[in-house]
């Protein structure tokens, strides 16, 4: 079974086919994207809301991280897995982002790392796709600034807005990015900035104009616990099931219903209780 790889990324954009993308952080998972055949994974800092249990994305450490992309690439074969880089693990320095970028591909198994920001990691990025990292940019609603946003709101909304978003999407283009997540835009802007750009964007409360779509895997099957954004589409309800189903264990298990005979193990022909003690 042959990856999914980020020339493939550019080759969809090429063909005007889709690119599809979701967020896991375990093994079994990874496993189903794999089989579903979604392009590309991303163990996402998202980690930290839907996981952890975190209110932001902040706390996330960078060990939190290599210890769920190292599950998530035991499970997956043919999806381009992607480790996002935690908050302050690339803002110190080139130097130090480079050492942390490559753990995500040396120790973790993933072939491509994520980072949040505009012309401001464009020297970062020079230096991660030189070493031979592949590095997918973010713009838009970058939850690692969200106390410097003021909450989760629609950003490049203004004309101002708008031009510094595309020309902080010129920019990572320039420095390497194979590719650009653009979160929570208007979905016009995110149509112009797709199609200015040489590389796919990946939307995510971004309309239809992208070059693919994202979406935190506990929001598509709801698992979240919270009401779910506007931009997501629930495709089930988890969470209704999973519920339904840990009642009805503890329901049969308190009612002596389970195990039954056929969960039960006999002895062998001849065995006797006696003789096992
Ligand atoms: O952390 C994440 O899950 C993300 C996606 C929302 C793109 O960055």
Do not use: W
Request: charged share 20%; net charge neutral.
């Amino acid at each position: 079974m042959k990856r999914f790889t980020t020339s493939d990324f550019i080759a969809k954009k090429q063909a005007g086919q889709k690119i599809t993308m979701l967020t896991a952080y375990d093994y079994a998972t990874a496993r189903t994207m794999d089989e579903a055949g979604i392009d590309s994974i991303l163990v996402g800092d998202s980690l930290g809301n839907v996981v952890l249990g975190y209110e932001t994305t902040i706390p996330v450490t960078l060990e939190d991280m290599i210890h769920h992309t190292k599950a998530v690439a035991r499970g997956s074969k043919r999806a381009l897995v992607i480790g996002d880089m935690p908050f302050l693990t690339y803002h110190t320095g080139a130097a130090e982002a480079l050492r942390n970028a490559g753990r995500f591909l040396q120790e973790a198994g993933a072939q491509a790392v994520k980072l949040e920001g505009g012309k401001e990691r464009a020297e970062v990025v020079r230096t991660l796709v030189e070493a031979g990292i592949p590095v997918m940019g973010h713009l838009g609603l970058t939850p690692q600034s969200v106390l410097q946003l003021g909450g989760f709101k629609v950003q490049g909304k203004t004309e101002a807005a708008a031009n510094k978003l595309l020309a902080d999407a010129l920019s990572l283009q320039d420095a390497g990015v194979f590719a650009i997540v653009l979160e929570l835009i208007p979905a016009q802007l995110a149509e112009t900035v797709t199609g200015k750009l040489n590389v796919p964007t990946i939307g995510i409360g971004a309309g239809l104009g992208c070059d693919g779509q994202v979406l935190v895997s506990h929001d598509l099957l709801g698992i979240n616990g919270t009401k779910v954004p506007k931009f997501v589409k629930q495709y089930c309800n988890l969470q209704e099931q999973m519920l339904a189903a840990f009642t009805a264990f503890k329901n049969d298990v308190e009612q002596k219903a389970f195990p039954a005979r056929e969960h039960a193990f006999g002895l062998a022909e001849k065995q006797e209780v006696s003789k096992l003690y």
